[in-house]
């Protein structure tokens, strides 16, 4: 649900933003708030680039020609909230959801029903023997 809604503001705040070359810019061809699936592709994969992405899309960029706006410069210094409570919001929210699941296997894993008994043992031996005559 926030990749979404991370989605469609980036889309109205720097969907103008001018693309440059794949070196030049983090804002490229395959990087951009274009459309609403660059965008959540884009923020599907912000990792380790995230502050780049971030200052490409500060205000004072070029706009596009071709996007119809009038203005000048694109772009906004909301970028620095926008980014920085994304990374803390979505990245850190996934951690603890993954650590969750975790916990919560260990925790089946640590019932009684799930331990192994000394009748696990005889029903193994028990199977073992239909397939290998010899084993006993």
Known sequence: MLFFIYAIIGMQLFGNLALGEEGESAINEHNNFRTFIMALMLL???GEAWHDIMLACLGGKECDRDSGNTEPE???????????????????????????????????????????????????????????????
Do not use: K, Q
């Open 74 to 136: 694109c772009g906004s210094t909301f970028a620095y909230t926008y980014f920085v409570s994304f990374i803390f919001l979505c990245s850190f929210l996934m951690l603890n959801l993954f650590v969750a699941v975790i916990m919560d296997n260990f925790e089946y894993l640590t019932r009684d029903s799930s331990i192994l008994g000394p009748h696990h043992l005889d029903e193994y031996v028990r199977i073992w023997a239909e397939y290998d005559p010899a084993a006993w």
């Open 44 to 46: 599907s994969a912000t």
